[in-house]
């Protein structure tokens, strides 16, 4: 079964720091990209952030860049997303998607894990 | 940035109605065009990619159609499942845009 699975949201404070991981079952994971989409409480899809199956494009969000970092392991099938110097308004539902061609771009989401920044 | 303008952001409708969804692109993004569905508590569901191609398992009252900057959903006639938040996204430039959603409401 096509799967990914979010992990690592959870509750930290104004300021703090945590990282989400993803995890791909089911497909060749190093042919596709993959993208972080969060979900804040009540409110629309908001696309975060991109990288290439190598890794060698990555793209953000101006609302997260240069706090938030994508990576992958394609060798452990794995997406991460270190975000830092976190705020209020970075607290959202946190899902993962993959993007290969246009006939399968955003076909498969995660979950989603929970983030919630607050003091 | 491509700004993605979907109307309407709320409708109400009865099961079998015809209903129609729309999304205008600030400029031009081809067919690079996805339509989904999400429901409380749940990660979104793909509904139609490249603008007009219907995915696996979807129901055929299911349709899209546009091209360029203007894209429609249409749903045939309602079923009592269909009532939930659309989403149309643009994936043809960074960074990648959402439509603001339509809420589907039962009348």
């Known amino acids: 079964e096509v799967q990914l699975v979010e992990s690592g949201g959870g509750l930290v404070k104004p300021g703090g720091s945590l990282r989400l991981s993803c995890a791909a079952s089911g497909f060749t994971f190093s042919s596709y990209s993959m993208n972080w989409v969060r979900q804040a409480p009540g409110k629309g899809l908001e696309w975060v952030s991109s990288?290439?199956?190598?890794?060698?494009?990555?793209y953000y969000a101006d609302s997260v860049k240069g706090r938030f970092t994508i990576s992958r392991d394609n060798a452990k099938n794995s997406l991460y997303l270190q975000m830092n110097s976190l705020r209020a308004e970075d607290t959202a539902v946190y899902y993962c998607a993959r993007v290969g061609t246009i006939r399968n771009a955003f076909d498969i989401w995660g979950q989603g894990t929970m983030v919630t920044v607050s003091s | 940035d491509i700004q993605m303008t979907q109307s309407p952001s709320a409708m109400s409708a009865s099961v079998g109605d015809r209903v129609t969804i729309t999304c205008r692109a600030s400029q031009g993004i081809s067919n690079y065009l996805a339509w989904f569905q999400q429901k409380p508590g749940k990660a979104p569901k793909r509904l139609i990619y490249?603008?007009?191609s219907l995915q696996s398992g979807v129901p055929s009252r299911f349709s899209g159609s546009g091209s360029g900057t203007e894209f429609t959903l249409t749903i045939s006639s309602l079923q009592p499942e269909d009532f939930a938040t659309y989403y149309c996204l643009q994936h043809n430039s960074y960074p990648y845009t959402f439509g603001q959603g339509t809420k589907l409401e039962i009348k």
């Open positions: 990288i290439s199956s190598s890794s060698s494009y990555i």
């Open positions: 490249a603008a007009s």
